[in-house]
Nanobody
Framework: QVQFVESGGGLVQPGGSLRLSCVASGRVFSGYTMGWYRQAPGKSREFVAYIFSGGGTVYADSVKGRFTISRDNAKNTVYLQMNGLNSEDTAVYYC?????????WGKGTLVTVSS
């Protein structure tokens, strides 16, 4: 059974940084494109960033230049380094493959940006 476990969220002040981690279990994901997604209160889940198996990356315009996605295939883990956080980044963050599979969604990790 595939499972993604996200961690690293928390409360941070505007302008601060957080590093999220997503550990995958149940299968090896080194050959998959992996993505980070987020869902803000009252909004639909949206794409944040994804990383190809070869390391290429794509970012949503809203996070470009502030967030960095990376992966460690040996650990079956994907990371999201978030800098310059602002209130609009407040959301639950999830990881999944691209395209996302409904049965792969984990519980996510909550990021709250507030002073």
């Amino acid at each position: 059974q595939v499972q993604f476990v996200e961690s690293g969220g928390g409360l941070v002040q505007p302008g601060g940084s957080l590093r999220l981690s997503c550990v995958a279990s149940g299968r090896v994901f080194s050959g998959y494109t992996m993505g980070w997604y987020r869902q803000a209160p009252g909004k639909s889940r949206e794409f944040v960033a994804y990383i190809f198996s070869g390391g290429g990356t794509v970012y949503a315009d809203s996070v470009k230049g502030r967030f960095t996605i990376s992966r460690d295939n040996a650990k079956n883990t994907v990371y999201l380094q978030m800098n310059g956080l602002n209130s609009e980044d407040t959301a639950v963050y999830y990881c999944n493959i691209l395209p996302a599979r409904t049965d792969y969604w984990g519980k996510g990790t909550l990021v709250t940006v507030s002073s």
